[in-house]
C-alpha cells in the first residue's frame, strides 16, 4: 500500500478482555516499531522488529503486552487483561534501513 | 537515558506571526533530530530533520537548526498560517532509529 495502515482505528474494550492490534507497514520496510501516545503526551516507545526478529521490547509496560511479526511484514501488538491504564493510541510506524520513520494513523484503545 | 524537553502549550498565535517553539534534549553520542508535526484528525509526519551539528533542516518555511553546545534544536516559522494549527513534537533518535518524543507543543493560529 501506499503508507502504514493500522486496525482497527478504534478499539472499546471492557476492562479485562483481551486485544489485538494489527500493522501493516510499508512494503519492502524491514523495521517495524511500536509506540503507545496517552492523551495529551507525545508517543512511547514500546518495542521493534527488524524482519521476524524482535530486538527491543524494552518499553513494554508489563508481560500483559504482546508483540509479533511471524513474517516479517505484518505486526500484531496483543494486550491481555487489558486495564484502564491502557487506554490511549497504539501508533505503528515502519522505515527502510537508515531512513525515516513512516507512522500509521493510530488505533485508539478505550478501556471501560 | 535519551529525553526530549519543549515548551508547553498552547500556543496561540495570529496569522503572519513569527512562531518559535523551544526543544532541548540530552542523549549520548550524536542523536538524528527531529520535528513531528500531528494536524487534527491525522497521523504523525515527519517536518523536518538534522543528523550533525549545525545542520538546518527546512521544510513548509519551517526550520531548526542543530545546536550541539546548547542541545537544543528550537522550531521556527517567519510567518505562521492558520493551516499550521497542531501539534508539533521535537524528537530524537540515536542508534537503530528508535525514537523517543517531546510531550508536543499544540499551535494555534488565529486568523
Known amino acids: 500500500g501506499a503508507g502504514v495502515s493500522q486496525s482497527p482505528r478504534y478499539k472499546v474494550a471492557k476492562r479485562g478482555q483481551d486485544v489485538a492490534l494489527r500493522c501493516d507497514p510499508i512494503?519492502?520496510?524491514?523495521?517495524l516499531f511500536w509506540y503507545q501516545q496517552a492523551l495529551g503526551q507525545g508517543p512511547e516507545f514500546l518495542t521493534y522488529?527488524?524482519?521476524?526478529?524482535?530486538?527491543?521490547k524494552s518499553g513494554l509496560p508489563s508481560d500483559r503486552f504482546f508483540a509479533e511479526r511471524p513474517e516479517g511484514s505484518v505486526s500484531t501488538l496483543k494486550i491481555q487483561r487489558t486495564q484502564q491504564e491502557d487506554s490511549a493510541v497504539y501508533l505503528c510506524?515502519?522505515?527502510?534501513?537508515?531512513?525515516?520513520?513512516?507512522f500509521g494513523p493510530g488505533t485508539r484503545l478505550t478501556v471501560t | 537515558g535519551d529525553s526530549v524537553t519543549q515548551m508547553e502549550g498552547p500556543v496561540t498565535l495570529s496569522e503572519e506571526a513569527f512562531l518559535t517553539i523551544n526543544c532541548t534534549y540530552t542523549a549520548t553520542g550524536y542523536p538524528s533530530l527531529f520535528w513531528y508535526v500531528q494536524y487534527p484528525g491525522e497521523g504523525l509526519q515527519l517536518l523536518l530533520k538534522a543528523t550533525k551539528a549545525d545542520d538546518k533542516g527546512s521544510n513548509k518555511g519551517f526550520e531548526a537548526t542543530y545546536r550541539k553546545e546548547t542541545t537544543s534544536f528550537h522550531l521556527e516559522k517567519g510567518s505562521v498560517q492558520v493551516s499550521d494549527s497542531a501539534v508539533y513534537f521535537c524528537?530524537?533518535?540515536?542508534?537503530?532509529?528508535?525514537?523517543?518524543f517531546g510531550t508536543g507543543t499544540k499551535l494555534q493560529v488565529i486568523p
Open positions: 522488529f527488524q524482519n521476524e526478529a524482535q530486538l527491543d
Open positions: 512494503s519492502g520496510h524491514v523495521s
Open positions: 510506524a515502519s522505515s527502510s534501513s537508515a531512513s525515516e520513520q513512516y
Open positions: 524528537a530524537l533518535s540515536g542508534g537503530y532509529q528508535k525514537v523517543t
